[in-house]
Structure formats: structure tokens, C-alpha cells
């Protein structure tokens, strides 16, 4: 029988492992410049559909709060004069009242189109005439008030071109193209 020598073993296993390390040196390196577009294109991702969810948010609030100005002002529901919807340079008119509500987003002067309906603008029959402010290329028309001619249905509708904040492209063509969103909000004044 030949006899083994205790030691040699691990010597062998600690040549072999040494190889090992010196063959997969560049593989981490490999790995991270296969994972690290992934996951830069992930955080983009992540921060462009985030905004979209506060762009959401805001519209529905602005429209929501343009519409109950154009019904109240900024007095109570007794008032005797609806307030004005235009222009919307004004803070004290209903479009400058939503435009003000959107100002936190990104290029909002430029890209949001801000219809109202209101009988201040006139009427023609039991429709309120409708006026818009800002980019407009859609217009959208209110329906007559159910209950018309005790009430006069308030309309104002916001639209907005999202452009992401975050803009990825790959040879000029856009992962995330821009959209646009469009809120609308009708309350009734009483006539």
C-alpha cells in the first residue's frame, strides 16, 4: 500500500481554486455591463411613470377646483356673480385657477389647453358657451343641464401633453412617447 501524504491534498485543492479565480476575473466586469443598462433603463422608468401618476393627480385636483371656483368664487354658494373664466393670466379667473393648481409640472404654460363653460361666457339656448385658454386643439362640448333652466351645468375641462422627464430614446425612437391626458368636471350652478 502506498501511503498518502495528508498534506497534499489541500495544496492541490488551493492550485486548483487559484486557477479558477484567475479564468473568471472578468466576469463580474461582464455582468455588470450586462445588468447596468437594465437597470439604468428601470430607474427611468420608474421616475417617468411616477411623474405620470402626479400628473394625474394634479389634473383631476385643477379641474376639480376650477370647476367649484366657477360655481362659488371665492365667497360662498350665495354670490351673486359667477366668477369670470377668463383670461388665464388672471388668478382670479377659473382658467387661471387651474392653470395655477398645474404650475408644479413641467412646461404646464405650454402645453395645457384649459376649456371652460360657463355662463359667464354667455348662453345659447341652456348650453353655457365655452371658452378656451392656452394650446387649444380639441374642443369639448357640455350637455344640457337635466334640470335646465333652474340649474346651469358648469364644465371645465384640462388637457395636458406629457412630455416624460426622463426622455429615453434609442436612435432617435422614444421608449415612452408623450401623451395626452384629459380631465373633465361639470357642477351645476343654480341659475
Do not use: W
Not at 22 to 42: D, K, N, T, W
Not at 46 to 71: C, E, I, K, T
Not at 162 to 186: A, C, G, I, T
Request: positive net charge.
Amino acid at each position: 500500500m502506498t501511503s498518502m501524504n495528508p498534506t497534499a491534498y489541500p495544496r492541490r485543492r488551493a492550485l486548483s481554486l487559484r486557477r479558477f479565480k484567475a479564468r473568471s476575473s472578468g466576469q463580474s466586469l461582464v455582468e455588470v455591463a450586462v445588468c447596468l443598462p437594465i437597470l439604468v433603463l428601470l430607474m427611468g422608468y420608474a421616475v417617468d411613470f411616477g411623474y405620470l401618476f402626479m400628473v394625474a393627480a394634479n389634473l383631476s385636483s385643477a379641474a376639480r377646483n376650477a370647476a367649484q371656483y366657477s360655481v362659488q368664487g371665492f365667497q360662498s354658494p350665495g354670490q351673486l356673480v359667477l366668477a369670470s373664466a377668463g383670461p388665464s393670466t388672471s388668478a382670479t379667473s377659473v382658467s387661471g385657477s387651474a392653470l395655477g393648481d398645474l404650475a408644479s409640472l413641467l412646461n404646464y404654460s405650454t402645453t395645457t389647453t384649459v376649456q371652460v363653460c360657463s355662463k359667464s361666457n354667455g348662453m345659447s339656448g341652456n348650453i353655457p358657451k365655452c371658452t378656451s385658454y392656452g394650446p387649444a386643439d380639441t374642443t369639448y362640448t357640455p350637455r344640457t343641464d337635466p334640470e335646465a333652466p333652474t340649474f346651469v351645468l358648469q364644465r371645465v375641462d384640462v388637457t395636458y401633453t406629457v412630455q416624460p422627464p426622463v426622455p429615453m430614446s434609442f436612435f432617435n425612437v422614444s421608449f415612452l412617447p408623450s401623451m395626452k391626458f384629459h380631465r373633465q368636471v361639470s357642477m351645476r350652478a343654480m341659475d
